[in-house]
């Protein structure tokens, strides 16, 4: 996968686009990530319970962590 995809999603997480955030989840060909963004911003806009946000808050940026760790050196130096 492409790890700019994850570069995106961390710093719009950390600076709170969430509409641009939503287009990432759009336009990712990482079918998780999708499902990540889309339960955080699910999450986000809808739950009136805090730890239910908090929650998958922390589980996109657990995955962003994994997937960064895991993409190829040879596709992370292509960009």
Sequence with gaps: MDQLDYDKALYYMLWGQWDDLLVLMVRTRDDLLSKKIQHFLQA?????????????????????????KTVPEAVALNM
Excluded: G, R
């Excluded at 319970?49 to 962590?65: G, K, S």
């Design 44 to 68: 986000f806009h809808y739950s009136s319970d805090e730890t239910q946000v908090i929650a998958a808050h922390d589980n996109l940026l657990y995955y962003i962590d994994h997937a960064m």
